[in-house]
Protein backbone atom coordinates (compact mmCIF):
# COMPACT_ATOMS: atom_id res chain seq x y z
CA UNK A 1 0.00 0.00 0.00
CA UNK A 2 2.08 3.18 -1.26
CA UNK A 3 -0.63 5.59 1.13
CA UNK A 4 0.73 7.09 4.63
CA UNK A 5 -0.94 8.79 7.14
CA UNK A 6 0.29 12.52 5.74
CA UNK A 7 -1.27 11.21 2.50
CA UNK A 8 -4.92 10.89 4.64
CA UNK A 9 -4.41 14.01 5.88
CA UNK A 10 -3.98 15.76 3.15
CA UNK A 11 -6.59 14.33 1.19
CA UNK A 12 -9.24 15.85 4.06
CA UNK A 13 -10.25 12.12 5.57
CA UNK A 14 -9.70 13.05 9.11
CA UNK A 15 -12.88 15.40 8.81
CA UNK A 16 -16.23 14.16 9.69
CA UNK A 17 -19.95 15.30 9.95
CA UNK A 18 -21.49 17.93 12.20
CA UNK A 19 -21.73 16.60 15.86
CA UNK A 20 -25.22 16.78 15.61
CA UNK A 21 -25.66 14.32 13.34
CA UNK A 22 -23.06 11.46 14.35
CA UNK A 23 -23.91 7.71 15.11
CA UNK A 24 -22.46 6.91 19.19
CA UNK A 25 -21.73 3.40 17.27
CA UNK A 26 -18.73 5.99 15.70
CA UNK A 27 -17.56 6.53 18.52
CA UNK A 28 -14.40 4.09 18.76
CA UNK A 29 -12.74 6.08 15.75
CA UNK A 30 -13.31 9.57 16.33
CA UNK A 31 -10.55 11.72 17.59
CA UNK A 32 -12.39 14.45 18.79
CA UNK A 33 -15.21 16.94 18.19
CA UNK A 34 -14.04 20.42 17.45
CA UNK A 35 -15.89 23.56 16.54
CA UNK A 36 -19.32 21.18 16.19
CA UNK A 37 -17.30 18.77 13.49
CA UNK A 38 -16.63 15.45 14.33
CA UNK A 39 -12.83 14.36 13.80
CA UNK A 40 -12.05 10.58 12.73
CA UNK A 41 -8.59 9.16 14.31
CA UNK A 42 -6.42 8.65 10.87
CA UNK A 43 -5.16 5.75 12.81
CA UNK A 44 -7.91 4.33 12.84
CA UNK A 45 -7.99 4.71 9.04
CA UNK A 46 -5.34 3.78 8.01
CA UNK A 47 -5.09 0.59 9.79
CA UNK A 48 -8.97 -0.35 8.36
CA UNK A 49 -7.61 0.66 4.89
CA UNK A 50 -4.70 -1.92 5.80
CA UNK A 51 -7.48 -4.57 5.77
CA UNK A 52 -9.64 -3.57 3.35
CA UNK A 53 -6.60 -3.52 0.83
CA UNK A 54 -5.51 -7.32 2.47
CA UNK A 55 -8.97 -8.38 2.04
CA UNK A 56 -9.41 -7.26 -1.62
CA UNK A 57 -6.39 -8.58 -2.79
CA UNK A 58 -6.90 -12.63 -1.09
CA UNK A 59 -10.25 -11.93 -2.87
CA UNK A 60 -9.09 -10.89 -6.47
CA UNK A 61 -6.10 -13.38 -6.26
CA UNK A 62 -8.75 -16.25 -5.88
CA UNK A 63 -10.83 -15.42 -8.71
CA UNK A 64 -13.37 -13.63 -7.42
CA UNK A 65 -14.94 -10.18 -8.47
CA UNK A 66 -15.57 -6.62 -6.63
CA UNK A 67 -18.32 -4.64 -7.35
CA UNK A 68 -17.80 -0.99 -6.97
CA UNK A 69 -20.93 1.02 -5.55
CA UNK A 70 -20.85 4.82 -4.80
CA UNK A 71 -24.74 6.55 -6.40
CA UNK A 72 -23.96 9.66 -4.39
CA UNK A 73 -22.98 12.66 -6.93
CA UNK A 74 -19.60 12.88 -5.35
CA UNK A 75 -18.80 9.35 -6.02
CA UNK A 76 -20.35 8.67 -9.41
CA UNK A 77 -17.11 9.56 -11.87
CA UNK A 78 -14.67 8.42 -9.42
CA UNK A 79 -16.42 5.23 -9.29
CA UNK A 80 -16.72 4.74 -12.76
CA UNK A 81 -13.18 6.04 -13.62
CA UNK A 82 -11.77 3.18 -11.29
CA UNK A 83 -13.64 0.44 -11.85
CA UNK A 84 -12.76 0.81 -15.89
CA UNK A 85 -9.35 1.20 -14.78
CA UNK A 86 -9.28 -2.39 -12.89
CA UNK A 87 -11.90 -3.96 -15.28
CA UNK A 88 -14.41 -4.21 -12.43
CA UNK A 89 -18.10 -4.11 -12.28
CA UNK A 90 -19.64 -0.79 -10.82
CA UNK A 91 -23.00 0.84 -9.89
CA UNK A 92 -22.59 4.55 -9.94
CA UNK A 93 -26.38 6.09 -11.59
CA UNK A 94 -28.76 3.76 -9.27
CA UNK A 95 -28.83 1.14 -7.00
CA UNK A 96 -31.42 -1.59 -8.53
CA UNK A 97 -33.56 -3.23 -6.11
CA UNK A 98 -32.90 -7.15 -6.22
CA UNK A 99 -29.47 -6.61 -7.63
CA UNK A 100 -28.15 -9.47 -5.59
CA UNK A 101 -31.18 -10.96 -3.60
CA UNK A 102 -33.37 -11.49 -6.99
CA UNK A 103 -29.77 -12.20 -9.54
CA UNK A 104 -32.15 -14.75 -11.98
CA UNK A 105 -34.35 -11.35 -12.96
CA UNK A 106 -31.49 -8.80 -13.42
CA UNK A 107 -30.00 -11.69 -15.65
CA UNK A 108 -33.04 -12.06 -17.85
CA UNK A 109 -33.17 -8.41 -18.10
CA UNK A 110 -29.50 -8.07 -18.81
CA UNK A 111 -29.77 -10.84 -21.28
CA UNK A 112 -32.81 -8.50 -22.63
CA UNK A 113 -30.69 -5.27 -22.95
CA UNK A 114 -27.97 -7.59 -24.93
CA UNK A 115 -30.58 -8.43 -27.55
CA UNK A 116 -31.33 -4.52 -28.07
CA UNK A 117 -27.85 -3.56 -27.92
CA UNK A 118 -27.78 -6.63 -30.87
CA UNK A 119 -30.18 -5.23 -32.70
CA UNK A 120 -28.66 -1.94 -32.96
CA UNK A 121 -25.84 -2.89 -33.82
CA UNK A 122 -26.71 -5.50 -36.99
CA UNK A 123 -29.08 -2.39 -38.15
CA UNK A 124 -32.76 -4.70 -37.56
CA UNK A 125 -33.85 -2.18 -35.12
CA UNK A 126 -33.92 0.35 -37.46
CA UNK A 127 -36.44 -1.74 -39.81
CA UNK A 128 -39.01 -1.84 -37.00
CA UNK A 129 -41.67 0.51 -37.43
CA UNK A 130 -41.02 4.51 -36.10
CA UNK A 131 -43.16 3.62 -33.01
CA UNK A 132 -41.87 0.42 -32.08
CA UNK A 133 -38.48 1.36 -32.71
CA UNK A 134 -38.87 4.21 -30.54
CA UNK A 135 -40.24 2.87 -27.33
CA UNK A 136 -37.05 0.16 -27.95
CA UNK A 137 -34.73 2.70 -27.72
CA UNK A 138 -36.22 4.59 -24.56
CA UNK A 139 -35.88 1.18 -22.48
CA UNK A 140 -32.50 0.75 -23.62
CA UNK A 141 -31.74 4.06 -22.07
CA UNK A 142 -33.08 3.26 -18.83
CA UNK A 143 -31.56 -0.03 -18.82
CA UNK A 144 -28.29 1.60 -19.73
CA UNK A 145 -28.57 3.33 -17.04
CA UNK A 146 -29.40 0.71 -14.10
CA UNK A 147 -26.90 -2.28 -16.23
CA UNK A 148 -23.79 -0.19 -17.29
CA UNK A 149 -21.43 -1.29 -14.99
CA UNK A 150 -22.64 -5.13 -14.60
CA UNK A 151 -23.91 -6.15 -18.21
CA UNK A 152 -20.31 -7.82 -18.08
CA UNK A 153 -21.06 -9.48 -14.32
CA UNK A 154 -21.99 -13.10 -15.10
CA UNK A 155 -22.34 -14.47 -10.98
CA UNK A 156 -22.91 -12.15 -7.74
CA UNK A 157 -19.65 -10.63 -6.74
CA UNK A 158 -17.33 -11.80 -4.25
CA UNK A 159 -17.16 -8.76 -2.56
CA UNK A 160 -18.69 -5.50 -2.60
CA UNK A 161 -16.60 -2.04 -2.04
CA UNK A 162 -19.32 0.99 -1.07
CA UNK A 163 -18.74 4.48 -0.52
CA UNK A 164 -21.52 6.06 2.22
CA UNK A 165 -22.89 3.28 4.43
CA UNK A 166 -26.30 4.77 4.71
CA UNK A 167 -26.62 6.38 0.98
CA UNK A 168 -26.64 2.70 -0.05
CA UNK A 169 -28.74 1.02 2.89
CA UNK A 170 -30.02 -1.18 0.24
CA UNK A 171 -26.76 -2.22 -1.52
CA UNK A 172 -25.36 -2.98 1.96
CA UNK A 173 -28.85 -5.22 3.25
CA UNK A 174 -28.94 -6.75 -0.10
CA UNK A 175 -25.08 -7.96 0.39
CA UNK A 176 -25.97 -8.87 4.27
CA UNK A 177 -28.31 -10.84 3.58
CA UNK A 178 -26.74 -12.80 0.56
CA UNK A 179 -23.48 -13.20 2.57
CA UNK A 180 -21.51 -10.90 0.57
CA UNK A 181 -18.32 -8.91 2.54
CA UNK A 182 -18.34 -5.18 1.98
CA UNK A 183 -15.76 -2.83 2.38
CA UNK A 184 -17.11 0.49 2.78
CA UNK A 185 -15.93 4.12 3.48
CA UNK A 186 -17.91 5.05 6.66
CA UNK A 187 -18.15 8.39 7.93
CA UNK A 188 -19.14 9.69 11.53
CA UNK A 189 -22.99 9.55 10.61
CA UNK A 190 -22.97 5.98 9.93
CA UNK A 191 -23.05 2.63 11.92
CA UNK A 192 -19.55 0.54 11.23
CA UNK A 193 -21.24 -2.58 12.63
CA UNK A 194 -23.28 -3.23 9.29
CA UNK A 195 -19.97 -3.64 7.24
CA UNK A 196 -17.16 -6.16 7.72
CA UNK A 197 -14.37 -3.83 6.78
CA UNK A 198 -15.07 -0.30 7.83
CA UNK A 199 -12.91 2.53 6.60
CA UNK A 200 -13.51 5.94 9.13
CA UNK A 201 -12.89 8.42 6.32
CA UNK A 202 -14.74 11.71 4.87
CA UNK A 203 -17.64 10.44 2.49
CA UNK A 204 -18.40 13.59 1.01
CA UNK A 205 -15.12 15.09 -0.08
CA UNK A 206 -14.14 13.69 -3.85
CA UNK A 207 -10.53 13.78 -2.99
CA UNK A 208 -11.28 11.43 -0.24
CA UNK A 209 -13.36 9.35 -1.90
CA UNK A 210 -10.62 8.91 -4.87
CA UNK A 211 -7.41 8.15 -2.53
CA UNK A 212 -9.14 5.37 -0.86
CA UNK A 213 -10.22 4.05 -4.25
CA UNK A 214 -7.15 4.43 -5.52
CA UNK A 215 -5.72 2.22 -2.38
CA UNK A 216 -8.84 -0.05 -3.73
CA UNK A 217 -7.78 -0.29 -7.04
CA UNK A 218 -3.92 -1.17 -6.03
CA UNK A 219 -5.16 -4.18 -4.53
CA UNK A 220 -7.35 -5.32 -7.29
CA UNK A 221 -4.14 -4.88 -9.32
CA UNK A 222 -2.38 -7.28 -7.15
CA UNK A 223 -4.94 -10.12 -6.55
CA UNK A 224 -5.33 -9.87 -10.65
CA UNK A 225 -0.90 -10.09 -10.92
CA UNK A 226 -1.32 -13.01 -8.13
CA UNK A 227 -4.00 -14.70 -10.16
CA UNK A 228 -2.33 -15.12 -13.15
CA UNK A 229 1.23 -15.88 -11.85
CA UNK A 230 -1.39 -18.68 -10.00
CA UNK A 231 -2.37 -19.70 -13.10
CA UNK A 232 0.82 -19.87 -14.85
CA UNK A 233 2.03 -21.49 -12.62
CA UNK A 234 -0.64 -24.59 -12.42
CA UNK A 235 -0.52 -24.64 -15.76
CA UNK A 236 3.08 -25.70 -16.15
CA UNK A 237 4.31 -27.26 -12.76
CA UNK A 238 1.16 -29.74 -12.84
CA UNK A 239 2.35 -31.86 -16.27
CA UNK A 240 5.60 -31.56 -14.73
CA UNK A 241 4.65 -33.46 -11.33
CA UNK A 242 2.45 -35.83 -13.40
CA UNK A 243 5.43 -36.70 -15.59
CA UNK A 244 7.99 -37.23 -12.52
CA UNK A 245 5.30 -39.36 -10.77
CA UNK A 246 5.37 -41.45 -14.36
CA UNK A 247 8.69 -41.48 -14.82
CA UNK A 248 10.65 -44.54 -12.70
CA UNK A 249 14.43 -45.20 -11.33
CA UNK A 250 16.42 -46.79 -13.67
CA UNK A 251 17.30 -49.55 -10.82
CA UNK A 252 13.70 -49.98 -9.92
CA UNK A 253 12.94 -51.06 -13.85
CA UNK A 254 16.30 -53.26 -14.08
CA UNK A 255 15.56 -55.10 -11.25
CA UNK A 256 12.54 -56.65 -11.81
CA UNK A 257 13.51 -56.70 -15.11
CA UNK A 258 15.90 -59.52 -13.72
CA UNK A 259 13.66 -60.91 -11.84
CA UNK A 260 11.30 -61.97 -14.29
CA UNK A 261 13.90 -63.27 -16.49
CA UNK A 262 15.11 -65.40 -13.93
CA UNK A 263 11.54 -66.70 -13.14
CA UNK A 264 10.86 -67.30 -16.60
CA UNK A 265 13.16 -69.87 -19.14
CA UNK A 266 13.68 -68.09 -22.13
CA UNK A 267 14.99 -69.97 -25.31
CA UNK A 268 18.28 -69.49 -26.45
CA UNK A 269 18.24 -68.71 -29.92
CA UNK A 270 21.55 -69.64 -31.72
CA UNK A 271 23.48 -67.57 -33.82
CA UNK A 272 23.28 -67.90 -37.22
CA UNK A 273 26.33 -69.50 -39.52
CA UNK A 274 28.19 -67.40 -41.80
CA UNK A 275 28.00 -67.09 -45.29
CA UNK A 276 30.83 -69.46 -46.02
CA UNK A 277 29.91 -72.15 -43.70
CA UNK A 278 26.27 -72.40 -45.04
CA UNK A 279 27.51 -72.77 -48.68
CA UNK A 280 29.87 -75.35 -47.42
CA UNK A 281 26.87 -77.10 -45.66
CA UNK A 282 24.75 -77.15 -49.39
CA UNK A 283 27.32 -78.41 -51.13
CA UNK A 284 27.89 -81.74 -48.90
CA UNK A 285 24.66 -82.12 -47.91
CA UNK A 286 22.83 -81.66 -50.86
CA UNK A 287 22.37 -85.04 -53.09
CA UNK A 288 22.71 -85.29 -56.86
CA UNK A 289 18.90 -85.78 -58.25
CA UNK A 290 18.74 -87.40 -61.48
CA UNK A 291 15.72 -87.41 -63.56
CA UNK A 292 14.97 -90.55 -66.13
CA UNK A 293 14.16 -90.27 -69.44
CA UNK A 294 10.23 -89.71 -70.47
CA UNK A 295 9.31 -92.64 -72.39
CA UNK A 296 9.32 -91.90 -75.97
CA UNK A 297 5.41 -92.01 -77.44
CA UNK A 298 4.46 -94.64 -79.97
CA UNK A 299 5.01 -94.20 -83.32
CA UNK A 300 2.74 -93.39 -85.97
CA UNK A 301 2.98 -97.21 -87.96
CA UNK A 302 1.45 -98.64 -84.82
CA UNK A 303 -1.55 -96.30 -84.68
CA UNK A 304 -2.32 -96.84 -88.18
CA UNK A 305 -3.74 -100.37 -87.85
CA UNK A 306 -5.26 -99.25 -84.95
CA UNK A 307 -7.15 -97.31 -87.44
CA UNK A 308 -7.21 -99.35 -90.39
CA UNK A 309 -9.28 -101.63 -87.99
CA UNK A 310 -11.35 -99.07 -87.05
CA UNK A 311 -11.94 -97.96 -91.00
CA UNK A 312 -12.23 -101.33 -92.21
CA UNK A 313 -15.95 -102.46 -91.14
CA UNK A 314 -17.18 -99.52 -92.71
CA UNK A 315 -15.42 -101.02 -96.13
CA UNK A 316 -16.86 -104.10 -96.04
CA UNK A 317 -20.33 -102.58 -95.57
CA UNK A 318 -19.89 -100.54 -99.15
CA UNK A 319 -18.99 -103.72 -100.35
CA UNK A 320 -21.77 -105.67 -99.43
CA UNK A 321 -23.97 -102.70 -100.41
CA UNK A 322 -22.34 -103.01 -103.90
CA UNK A 323 -23.10 -106.86 -104.25
CA UNK A 324 -26.67 -106.50 -103.24
CA UNK A 325 -27.42 -103.46 -105.89
CA UNK A 326 -25.60 -106.18 -108.81
CA UNK A 327 -27.65 -108.90 -107.42
CA UNK A 328 -30.91 -106.88 -108.11
Known amino acids: MNVELTDLLEAGVHFGHQVKRWNPKSKSFVFDHRQGISIIDLSKSFSGLQAAHDFVEEVVSKGGEVLFVGTKRQAQDVIREVAADCGMPFCASRWLGGTLTNWQTITRSIAKYKKYQKMEADGSLSK ?8 IRREMERMNRNFEGIVKMEKPPAAMVVIDVNYEDIAVAEAKRCKIPVVALVDTNSD ?12 DAVKAIRIILEVIVEAVRSGLSQRQVHQESAGVRKPVALAAEEMVPEEKVAAPAAGVAAS ?27 LEEAPATKPEEEAKPVAAEKVAPEADFGNELEDNKSEA
Open 192 to 203: PSLVDYPIPGND
Open 264 to 290: FSVPVVEEAPAVEEVAAVSEVSTPEVT
Open 128 to 135: LPKKEGSA
